[in-house]
């Protein structure tokens, strides 16, 4: 089985919690009793747990050198985790388990990703077209999982959010082992000394802050989006309808990312990501005609899927390769945590305050991203930002020839 049909196949089982957890999982809360003000906590505090649980975790992955490991691991924990929602009732059990296993599963991401950046980079794998299977299993999980949720109880979300970690660590399984180069790089001072170097570097820092920025441009559409359609009048299929048609621009720029990239940067791709979201919230936030919010939605595939693959490419170009799954956790922990959390929790004011007006947040925050994607495209060449020394390692086998993998 080739390297690119293994990341695809864990890409796609990687999803299919996504696919259910977000949609339903607060269904399920509400249906252990739970109000508002105590599902938003649960939500919340999972959101930002994300923050410390990633970068550690990721940390001892590149300090192991072995992302698939800890991946795995990340996997059976968060199997064992999930699995404690069938035994809980009380708020504070539900709020204990919901922590401990978006501290596991989510950080299987930046994992997965420092492999799929590093098979891209060293043997190249098309990232676009085995990171495209996320998107795509991830609308069958939620179509799949609202036709359940019809015709059974809530716990079904319990039973399908089980299965779905399950078939994530059977791809975790079938990725392919690293294997030892001939000389490991490090900096002087170590491997948290290099971490602080690279975190520091302005040019890393804002290219990081710039893309988290474009994504969290989604806040007020992820939490308030179809709220404001149905306001509008718009019927659930319609809704539906919508939704997919910025999916499916997602899932075709995914489909044609090589060539993309070929005439673009990473800068590049995260300048039109922050053009494109000035553009699209601006104008969603007046509540265009339904012709022009088809438009619209089909920039979801420069405001996410270009901003995402800008902000890829540009971390496992930036960092060394010692820290990748460093580096793309520190990105995760920006982009899913602290920006898109705190976007978020201005959204709620806002949307209750002025509606629809709120995507005027979002395009504000596309501003943002793209006095920083300019800053990146002047100031960064295209290279690692920190360099490192090459020492041999004096406990490696060398009679066997090496060959870079994942």
Avoid at 27 to 46: F, M, R
Avoid at 89 to 106: H, K, N, T
Avoid at 302 to 324: D, E, I, N, Q, R
Wanted: charged share 10%; net charge neutral.
């Amino acid at each position: 089985m080739s390297l690119s049909v293994r990341l695809s196949i864990f890409y796609g089982s990687l999803c299919l919690f996504g696919g259910i957890n977000m949609p339903f999982f607060p269904v399920w809360l509400k249906s252990k009793g739970l109000g508002s003000e105590d599902i938003a906590l649960v939500l919340a505090t999972t959101m930002f747990l994300r923050i410390a649980a990633g970068p550690v975790f990721a940390f001892v992955a590149d300090r192991w050198e072995n992302r698939r490991g800890v991946a795995i691991l990340l996997s059976w924990a968060s199997l064992a985790t999930v699995s404690l929602f069938l035994f809980t009732d009380s708020f504070w059990a539900i709020f204990l388990v919901a922590a401990l296993l978006m501290c596991l599963w989510p950080s299987v991401t930046p994992l997965v990703e420092s492999i799929a950046m590093r098979a891209t980079q060293e043997q190249g794998v098309d990232y676009g077209r085995v990171r495209l299977w996320c998107s795509i299993t991830f609308i069958f999980a939620a179509t799949g999982g609202g036709w359940l949720l019809e015709w059974n109880p809530a716990s079904i979300v319990i039973a399908c959010m089980i299965g779905s970690i399950a078939i994530g660590l059977g791809g975790a399984h079938l990725l392919v082992k690293e294997r030892p180069v001939r000389k490991r790089r490090r900096r002087p001072g170590g491997q948290f000394m290099a971490s602080l170097a690279i975190i520091r570097h302005p040019v890393f820092l804002v290219g990081l802050v710039t893309a988290s920025l474009v994504q969290s441009t989604h806040a007020v559409y992820y939490a308030f989006g179809t709220l404001n359609w149905q306001q509008l009048g718009y019927g659930e299929n319609l809704i539906g309808v919508l939704w997919a048609v910025g999916v499916i621009a997602e899932i075709i720029l995914f489909a044609f990312s090589a060539r993309v990239l070929k005439r673009f940067s990473p800068a590049s791709l995260l300048i039109l990501g922050a053009g494109a979201a000035m553009l699209r919230w601006t104008f969603t936030a007046f509540d265009p005609p339904l012709w022009a919010l088809f438009g619209l939605q089909i920039l979801h595939a420069l405001t996410f899927c270009a901003a995402h693959l800008g902000a890829m490419y540009f971390v496992a170009a930036a960092a060394p390769k010692s820290l990748a799954a460093t580096a793309q956790s520190l990105y995760g922990a920006l982009s899913s945590g602290v920006i898109m959390g705190a976007m978020t929790l201005a959204a709620g004011p806002l949307y209750q305050a002025y509606g629809g007006q709120a995507y005027l947040l979002s395009a504000a925050a596309g501003a943002l991203g793209l006095v920083g994607a300019l800053y990146v495209a002047a100031r960064w060449d295209g290279g690692t930002l920190i360099e490192e020394t090459e020492e041999e390692d004096e406990h490696r086998d060398h009679s066997e020839p090496t060959r870079p993998g994942c």
